[in-house]
């Protein structure tokens, strides 16, 4: 890739998938190339743990990036990915077992220990709603030995550019919903983290991007915001406004900008949570298990894909009652679509289809309801909501959204992520003065 033009390479993983985008920014709108993409894996190891194949997907990212790369070197580089997740590091720098994912359910004390510190004490102090996956809870529960062998613990995309440079430090938007970081401060929440039982010398220094950390076949490699909502947030609502927004992937991330982080009772009430955003501010957010609770279905159920469970869902009989999408027993479960049947009261014998059904019409129902409690706790009413990510590609999702949402549904790009990333570091280079600058709007 000839660095003469301006383009960078955005590294974008979900829970899911991950690709590497070319995104130039020599017109606007930018254009995007998605160079290539591959999957996400992960195992179940003896213990029962799901962990992440990070060798897997290391290989992918520098494939991908090697594509990008085979002309020359771009104008910079960046990672970006899920929250919560983490890596334990030993002082020789070598990787301590696979990092665990959220949806593994070695967290399922977390309550007790949200207990212990205090619910309503955790979220006033850290802004973030209490909940199994946070990181918070992951390391309290971590396995002793392989913490006594750590030196350091690296929120997932900063794993991802220790990997690539050896820096180590944690992004301030991933400590941002990790649960340990304080909310009116500029460092970690000491005290919670002692009480929670985590070490508290594993815990790294907390920088704020965009900063150059090193530099990979002589392309430099940019820290950004790297929590892959917090760079979607910037695409899909550029300004703090009325207008609401769905980041739809694994998870649906359904939320609205705000200036300052909110943490009143009603906020704690709907079960919403504060976010850091790119540029500095937040965004007010619910986090609802998404598209990869329908992967997940429909491969349990003998489809080949998503999309093929969605063409015989948009035909099938709706059967059964809306279910609650956060019940425990849907991730306690072997099978998440025996669970739904049950959830649902659905006949024994009901057809696949319609068991797809009745789980994307109990996610559009989940965030009808989030919609409703932001309008509750901003005070405003929301008359747009702006959709990006993967779940755009999914009809009869978007078909019942606009139908049950009661408000307009604008369909932004599904690589909000991956464009997101690039506009950091576009940013950085000095290219533009904002966002809306940019993307040329």
Same mark, same amino acid.
């Given at each position: 890739m000839s660095a003469s033009g301006r383009t960078v390479l955005a590294v974008? *993983?979900?829970? =899911?998938? &991950? #690709? %590497? $985008? $070319? %995104? =130039?920014f020599d017109q606007r709108p930018p254009s995007v190339r998605v160079l290539y993409r591959f999957p996400v894996a992960d195992y179940v190891d003896p213990q029962g743990s799901v962990r992440w194949n990070l060798a897997h997907m290391l290989r992918h990212i520098r494939h991908g990036v090697g594509l990008g790369l085979q002309d020359g070197p771009a104008s910079s580089l960046a990672f970006d990915s899920w929250g919560v997740d983490y890596g334990l590091i030993s002082a020789s720098g070598?990787?301590?077992g696979d990092p665990h994912a959220y949806r593994s359910t070695r967290t399922a004390a977390w309550q007790q220990i949200a207990h212990r510190l205090g619910r309503r004490r955790l979220f006033d102090e850290t802004g973030v709603l209490p909940q199994n996956f946070n990181s918070i809870f992951q390391l309290a529960v971590h396995d002793r030995r392989e913490v006594s062998e750590a030196s350091a613990v690296l929120l997932f995309t900063n794993l991802l550019e220790f990997c690539f440079t050896g820096f180590v430090g944690t992004e301030r938007s991933l400590a941002g919903v990790s649960g340990m970081l304080e909310l009116h401060g500029d460092d970690w929440a000491w005290q919670i983290v002692r009480e929670a039982g985590i070490e508290s010398r594993l815990l790294t220094t907390i920088f704020d991007a965009p900063r150059v950390i090193g530099d990979f076949l002589g392309t430099p490699i940019i820290s950004i915001a790297g929590h892959d909502t917090a760079g979607a947030i910037m695409i899909a609502a550029p300004q703090a406004s009325e207008h609401a927004f769905i980041s739809s992937g694994s998870t649906l991330v359904v939320g609205m900008r705000t200036d300052v982080p909110i943490c009143t009772n009603k906020v704690f009430a709907a079960g919403l949570s504060n976010e850091p955003v790119a540029d500095g501010r937040y965004a007010l957010v619910k986090n609802i298990p998404g598209l990869r609770l329908l992967e997940l279905c429909s #491969?349990? *159920? &003998?489809? $080949? @894909?998503? #999309? @093929?469970?969605t063409a015989a869902a948009a035909i099938a009989d709706e059967v059964g009652q809306v279910i609650d999408v956060e019940a425990d027993s849907l991730f306690e479960t072997p099978r998440i679509s025996d669970a739904v049947r049950l959830l649902a009261k659905m006949p024994d014998h009901v057809l696949p289809g319609s068991v797809i059904r009745i789980l994307t019409r109990s996610l559009v129902t989940a965030v009808g309801n989030a919609l409703d409690s932001l309008e509750i706790c901003k005070g405003i009413p929301i008359n747009t909501v702006r959709i990006v990510g993967g779940g755009v590609r999914n009809g009869l999702f978007m078909e019942m959204l606009r139908d049950s949402c009661r408000r307009r549904v604008e369909i932004g790009p599904q690589e909000a992520a991956a464009i997101g990333n690039a506009t950091q570091q576009a940013l950085a280079h000095g290219w533009f003065c904002s966002v809306e600058d940019a993307l040329g709007i």
């Open positions: 974008d *993983l979900g829970a =899911t998938s &991950g #690709r %590497v $985008a $070319a %995104v =130039t070598q990787l301590i #491969r349990e *159920l &003998g489809f $080949a @894909d998503v #999309r @093929d469970a």
